[in-house]
């Protein structure tokens, strides 16, 4: 049945009216089926009668809640494979023109994306179309990592970048938080980490240390400059520059975060909270005397206490991360006795006074030795669980679709941890400005190559780039809209393939038709996959030294050195077991008449020039006038560009390095000109690239490409894409450093 063409219906929806998940879902059924004719209520489970003929019913229930009204349903609970945790079966039974779907999860959870799921393929394919189905998560922990700019005061890693100095005051607006964690539900998100180098101030009062706690919510009007490790997140010239956002007593901040904690509970996600150690950050004017140092006892204790203070102040926070890290001693028993100390006998205070209460530790593998941690935190409560975890793409998720920095020097990692699980981090950041990360084919491979077996869980996120409301769109709403919303169709596909890595393409082509009624959605899917497909090829051919965010931003081809030229694309090697020759291994084999043990550079820079045609193939049947289509179109031909940009830059770079290789005059002359086609061919693309993206978005002082001022003293803060320009013209004509390559 075409969902167009149904008649007006009449739908109950069931479920327990108190299960805030399971009411979420009825609620986004309701909207699904109102939208395709239906006339639908929600009601509770003691309104459940049997059958008619003339009403459809949809029953959301746990395996537990069911169990009263069994003798209604006409189907054998005992057979359904729904028996772990977010686990659901669906079934449906027929009475007449009627039907009934019984959607039975193990728990809330499961409930919820039951229903979600149903909603989803009802709104997709009609109502009548969905069938019998039973599924369980492939990951169950699947998260969100939020670097939150809660205060200039207490800063997190991004807050040197115009996003975060944007979004503090939205952190602090509960229709924020409702949205945003609405967003992650429905894309099948459970986990929300809340990443800050000091948040203590902000978030608690500690009673041994009452003046630490900060009033109010202030951002600075300085613009940050902070070193790579944090240090100078907040300065002294930051706080004498400070703006008052919102006036709120600490009081109203801790009532604040237990109603943004129990909302998140009602979407069946858990909170968790990470910190890089250790900072002070917050705590300059509180009289107190601390130190950044791992010997100051009075530092010490109050960070014991402020662990414990946070524990019992928060019932719903689920875990706490740390890091052995950014500003301690890189000394691994001096740091991790510390680390134990302070968090680890903070924990241990607070799950003392609550014998109820369980809790999670994730110890992150940065800067840390894994044996000697878990040595450390050996007496740590038993109803507080160890897991540990690891920076798995480095910081570019969008590369190899299955990394082996995890497996370096024969799975010492994994053998470290022992029957410990671990978390990975899964750092976007690649994505500043487009809707990239949209192709189902390399998150799916991506997911299913994780190591299952020692997996908890992943968080995705970015630390050069905030994940609130997007503040350089210069065609945004009021409010401005948020980067999960704007980004919606790359956080569907993670959240829906973590969950059921299986599901086809044809779902997600069935959903973007929904979304864009009047588009051809193949078409669509196809071009929005193959402009997602660049910068993973350009990640992995430029590779060597651009793991991490401030060594490589590929929307803007620059570090914060500042723009990549072709000396760097030459010396730099692609990624280690991707079948790929770099531009010096390419010229000595040709030039020694080897065989090629990989794809070339050559083959590289012909691969992005097809996806870029593709993508303009693709695009030929899609047209949009305005709104968020227009705005994705956009958006899906400024990749395409880039990877035309890219590719004429790889060859141009590979042609001028076989020029200096060959000996022969004529041949060494015909390679330098055709060099100086393939960039001149690249200075157009990137023109091209500059003026849809300056007609889409504004420049951005990114965090992690604040300028080297003893390499680039005269490089701006802003990251412009325009401004590149000169870099791209003056690669046409420059001379490559051979000796520094060779």
Not at 310 to 320: D, H, N, S, V
Not at 687 to 695: R, W
């Amino acid at each position: 049945m075409n969902k167009q063409n149904e008649l007006q219906t009449e739908t109950r929806i069931f479920c327990d009216i108190n299960d805030k998940p399971a009411l979420f879902a009825a609620d986004e059924l309701k909207k699904v089926l109102s939208g395709l004719n239906h006339t639908v209520n929600i009601a509770g489970f003691e309104t459940l009668r049997h059958q008619d003929e003339e009403t459809n019913r949809v029953i959301l229930a746990t395996r537990h809640d069911s169990l009263a009204f069994a003798s209604q349903l006409q189907i054998s609970l005992e057979s359904l494979p729904c028996t772990v945790p977010q686990s659901y079966s669906i079934r449906k039974t027929k009475h007449g023109k009627s039907s009934t779907w019984t959607i039975i999860g193990f728990d809330s959870a499961g409930v919820m994306i039951g229903g979600l799921d149903f909603a989803q393929a009802a709104a997709a394919d009609a109502l009548e179309s969905v069938e019998a189905c039973d599924k369980q998560p492939y990951i169950k922990q699947r998260g969100i990592k939020f670097n939150i700019p809660l205060d200039a005061r207490t800063p997190s890693y991004s807050d040197s970048g115009d996003s975060a100095q944007d979004n503090i005051v939205h952190m602090w607006e509960m229709d924020f938080w409702k949205e945003f964690l609405d967003e992650m539900a429905r894309n099948r998100f459970n986990v929300l980490s809340l990443w800050s180098l000091h948040p203590f101030p902000s978030l608690v009062k500690v009673p041994e240390y009452p003046n630490a706690a900060l009033s109010d919510v202030m951002k600075t009007s300085t613009l940050l400059e902070s070193e790579l490790e944090g240090r100078g997140m907040s300065t002294a010239e930051s706080l004498q520059n400070l703006q008052t956002l919102k006036v709120m007593a600490i009081d109203e901040k801790i009532r604040f975060w237990l109603a943004v904690m129990q909302y998140a509970a009602d979407r069946g996600i858990d909170v968790y909270i990470f910190t890089w150690n250790m900072f002070i950050y917050g705590t300059e004017h509180s009289g107190y005397p601390f130190k950044n140092s791992l010997a100051d006892k009075t530092t010490a204790d109050y960070f014991r206490k402020s662990v414990k203070a946070l524990i019992q102040t928060y019932p719903l926070l689920k875990g706490i991360g740390i890091t052995a890290g950014e500003n301690m001693n890189k000394n691994a028993d001096e740091d991790e006795a510390w680390l134990f100390d302070t968090y680890g006998r903070g924990i241990n205070d607070a799950l003392a006074m609550d014998q109820n209460r369980t809790f999670r530790l994730i110890h992150r593998i940065q800067y840390a030795n894994i044996p000697k941690a878990l040595q450390a935190f050996a007496d740590l409560n038993p109803r507080c669980t160890i897991d540990t975890s690891f920076k798995y793409s480095q910081a570019h998720v969008y590369a190899s679709v299955k990394p082996g920095y995890i497996h370096d020097r024969g799975d010492t990692y994994l053998q470290d941890i022992q029957n410990h699980k671990t978390w990975l981090t899964v750092r976007d950041d690649d994505y500043y400005m487009f809707r990239g990360g949209s192709d189902t084919a390399f998150i799916r491979a991506y997911i299913k190559n994780m190591p299952y077996e020692k997996l908890r869980g992943f968080y995705l996120g970015p630390d050069g780039y905030n994940w609130g409301r997007e503040y350089i769109s210069k065609n945004a709403g009021n409010p401005r809209q948020l980067v999960i919303r704007k980004r919606w169709y790359s956080f569907l596909i993670w959240g829906r393939l973590a969950y059921d890595p299986d599901l086809s393409d044809d779902l997600f082509i069935k959903i973007l038709q929904a979304r864009f009624p009047g588009v051809d959605a193949q078409k669509l899917f196809d071009a929005w996959a193959c402009a997602s497909r660049v910068i993973p090829l350009v990640n992995r051919f430029h590779n060597s030294g651009c793991q991490m965010d401030f060594q490589w931003y590929p929307e803007a081809c620059a570090g914060y050195r500042g723009f990549h030229d072709i000396n760097q694309f030459i010396q730099t090697k692609p990624q280690d077991k991707e079948g790929i020759m770099s531009i010096p291994e390419y010229a000595d084999a040709l030039m020694n008449n080897a065989n090629m043990t990989g794809k070339t550079p050559l083959d590289i820079a012909r691969s992005l020039r097809e996806l870029a045609n593709q993508v303009f193939e693709n695009l030929g049947h899609v047209s949009a006038e305005e709104g968020e289509l227009e705005q994705t179109i956009k958006d899906i031909i400024a990749m395409a560009l880039l990877g035309k940009y890219y590719s004429r830059k790889i060859a141009g770079a590979t042609r001028r390095w076989l020029s200096h290789k060959e000996a022969d005059p004529a041949s060494k002359r015909k390679y330098w000109q055709e060099s100086v086609v393939n960039l001149q061919d690249a200075s157009g693309f990137w023109k091209e690239y500059a003026e849809i993206v300056s007609e889409q978005y504004k420049p951005q002082a990114l965090t992690r490409l604040i300028p080297d001022r003893t390499v680039t003293p005269d490089l701006p803060r802003k990251t412009d894409i325009s401004y590149q320009q000169k870099g791209v013209d003056a690669d046409i004509s420059r001379e490559v450093d051979w000796k520094s390559i060779e």
